[in-house]
Each structure stands twice: as structure tokens, then as C-alpha cells.
């Protein structure tokens, strides 16, 4: 069931505007440690909650191949940007191009690692799965 696209907009705005503004005090640990994270936590179920829910089928073609391909890295991107950006920082690159060159390095490679890696084996495991 789809909910009015005004109303799940309107609470997607609301629910993003509380996640960038709630004021966290303290050290940055209570973000993941301190009662703020119950609140951050409910705040991402219902920005979840208004993607789930929500009808985004006027979403331009072009953005939504990009968010599937974003989608579909973002295991790989989870797993190895600390990995990347690490073996770029400690190059001897001005500082200056270290991030733009770990962000392309890191996309790059992901996709790579999803094409060659992480989809075959997806589909290898299908194909076992089908077979009993």
C-alpha cells in the first residue's frame, strides 16, 4: 500500500531535517553510545519507513539507475573505503588529492569487485540453491 506522495515527502523532509539538526552534545560517542542513539536510531526507521512506503516512480531514470548501482557496490564501498582511503593517505600524494582520489578509487574498485566478485558468486549460489 502506497501513502499519499505529499504526506510520506513531507514526513521524509521532517524526519531529515530532525536528523541533521538534533544537537548531540558531548564527545561524538554518544552519537552511537549515549541516548542519542535511540533517537537517531527511531529517526532512521522512519526515513526508512518513507522509502518503503512512499511511491518514487517519478524519480528521473538516470537517478534511479544510479541509486541501484550505489545499491548494489554498497556492501563492497561499506567493507573496503577504510581499506582504500588507508593505502591512499599513506601514498605520498599532496593532501590535496588524496580524497578526490580515494573517493574515484574506491568506487572504481567496487564496482569491479561487485561485477567480478560479488555477482558470480551470487549467481553460483543461486544456481546451487536451485538445484536441490
Do not use: M
Amino acid at each position: 500500500q502506497h501513502f499519499n506522495k505529499k504526506s510520506v515527502l513531507l514526513l521524509l523532509l521532517v524526519f531529515s531535517l530532525i536528523f541533521i539538526f538534533y544537537p548531540v552534545t558531548g564527545n561524538a560517542i554518544n552519537i552511537i553510545a549515549g541516548p542519542e542513539r535511540i533517537i537517531y536510531t527511531l529517526i532512521c526507521f522512519g526515513i526508512t519507513f518513507c522509502f518503503f512506503k512512499g511511491d518514487f516512480s517519478y524519480v528521473a531514470p538516470y537517478l534511479k539507475k544510479t541509486l541501484e548501482w550505489l545499491g548494489e557496490i554498497s556492501y563492497s564501498l561499506y567493507l573496503l573505503h577504510p581499506l582504500i582511503w588507508s593505502l591512499i593517505a599513506l601514498s605520498s600524494l599532496k593532501i590535496r588529492f588524496v580524497f578526490p582520489l580515494a573517493v574515484i578509487a574506491t568506487f572504481v574498485i567496487c564496482s569491479l569487485i561487485y561485477k567480478f566478485i560479488e555477482q558470480p558468486a551470487r549467481n553460483l549460489g543461486l544456481k546451487i540453491n536451485n538445484k536441490k
